[in-house]
């Protein structure tokens, strides 16, 4: 089955204690990148990579990391996470470019930084 | 930059009824539209999309959208909604800026089904 797997799925976490969330897609798409959804705002670009090893920022992309070592995952670092961090995360991939652009979404990460 | 806007943040419907919910979009150039749906609890899912050709499209459960370019608009409708329509809907526009080929999304309309 065609999907993208995020995990975790729930955290909470500290102030300042760095966090991993992963993103695996099994549907060999060049472009993947990273959302955060807050109320009010829809989702909001954070990341994005167009291939193995080419990352760039996105709209949002102050207090996170990401690397692109393999094409199939693409996780999202908070090294010192904040409370303003606090929010729904989607991790994306897409074969890109023009008329392949239909996204395929994980099930989304809820992280609570207290 | 592109902008979308989904001015009805909220909008209550009986079930059965017809819906529509708005979606207007800038763009100076071809861009191609999304509409996702979020059921709760779980990420977006394509319900339609506009790449070219016919301004009416058709997706899964019976929605529909109409591109018009002259009111940059692409509106959601349903003929007769269901229970099980009760989600938050997205529309979204692609831009391409630097080889990213990125999704901008409007704020979200949230669907309640009236029983």
Known sequence: EAQVTQNPRYLITVTGKKLTVTCSQNMNHEYMSWYRQDPGLGLRQIYYSMNVEVTDKGDV????????????????ILESPSPNQTSLYFCASSYGRGINTEAFFGQGTRLTVV | AQSVTQLDSQVPVFEEAPVELRCNYSSSVSVYLFWYVQYPNQGLQLLLKYLSGSTLVKGINGFEAEFNKSQTSFHLRKPSVHISDTAEYFCAVSETFRGNEKLTFGTGTRLTIIP
């Open chain 1, 61 to 76: 992309p102050e207090g996170y990391k990401v690397s692109r070592k393999e094409k199939r995952n693409f996780p999202l």
